[in-house]
């Protein structure tokens, strides 16, 4: 493994692709000071370039290397969760390039929970700036497999850590601006995060910096899908005339519906979180006509993974 991070390493120093696991999703990364590396980013994605990129970092020690005017609520949230599932955002520091940061003012940072990933990051010894390691507007790879299926010879090199343990991408906050802002929710809760703050996050509002975690059609198959109650997915699932329905659903499939294909995850949040996009690419795999998927509690446990749910069911134009 020391080997394959070595390698790893010298394909970023000479301003190569490499994707890695972390605990949320698989990462694309690039050397975040190189901005023709980081232009290359966006050209294997397709993503557009006005939008920002997460610098990821090996401790919470460099924060101020990458940023300025850093609040304190800054470090107590780093020192809470860090390394984990948090991107927090704040002014940039002016060595990051305006590729990684679509030419705003401020950057996403986060240190990842993932031995590999912060392996990687000791050894490269600076930041890597990472999107999710997917084609623009597609469902976040969880597995190397995944990346391989979506960017296959467009990386230099993809470092296999297995299935993502936490499975959805980061919570990111802003605490560019004074009042913190929650901009995407994720595996660091609302809950945990007020009780660190010392406030609860607003919601990102119409004004807050661009994220294209944020856009409405962001994380979708390319399956139809539909966001549904049980009974209406089960009432659906009896008119079926052939094995063209898919449904993902946190409740076991009832006897009697062996027309459609049932897929059922933990009703717990974390643990339905962790297999959702596996999930998903299965059921995307199969080419049904129509995917349904059962609705989620509405309750702040379920926040993340029904806010990714939302975008996967939400058909607006796709990019
Ligand atoms: O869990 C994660 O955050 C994963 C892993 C690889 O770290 N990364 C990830 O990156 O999800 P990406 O690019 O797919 O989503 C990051 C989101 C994007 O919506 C981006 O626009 C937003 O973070 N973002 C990055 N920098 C920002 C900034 N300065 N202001 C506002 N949003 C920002
Ligand atoms: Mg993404």
Known sequence: MTHTIDKAVAILRAGGLVAFPTETVYGLGADTGNPEAVRKIFAAKGRPAEHPLIVHLASAKHLSEWAIEIPASAYEL????????????????????????????????????????????????????????????????????????????????????????????????????????????????????????????????????????????????????????????????????????????YHPQPVGLASVVWRTLSAEPAAYGRRLYAALHELDALGCDELLIEAVPDEPAWLAVADRLRRATTRAKRE
């Open 78 to 249: 780093a020192a809470a969760f860090w390394p984990g599932p948090l991107t927090i955002i704040l002014k940039r520091a002016r060595r990051v390039p305006d590729a990684v940061t679509g030419g705003q003012a401020t950057v996403g940072l986060r240190v990842p929970a993932h031995p590999l990933a912060l392996r990687l990051l000791r050894a490269f010894k600076g930041g890597l700036a990472a999107p999710s390691a997917n084609r623009f507007g597609r469902l976040s790879p969880t597995t190397a497999e995944h990346v391989r299926q979506e960017l296959g010879e467009r990386v230099d090199l993809i470092l296999d850590g297995g299935p993502c343990p936490v499975g959805l991408e980061s919570t990111i906050v802003d605490l560019s601006s004074g009042r913190p802002r929650l901009l995407r929710p994720g595996g660091v809760t609302v809950a945990q995060l007020s009780e660190v703050l010392g406030v609860v996050p607003e919601l990102g509002g119409r004004d807050a910096p661009r994220a294209s975690g944020t856009m409405k059609s962001h994380y979708a198959p390319h399956t139809p899908a539909r966001l549904l109650g049980l009974g209406d997915i089960i009432g659906l699932s009896q008119g079926a005339a052939s094995a063209r329905l898919a449904v993902l659903a």
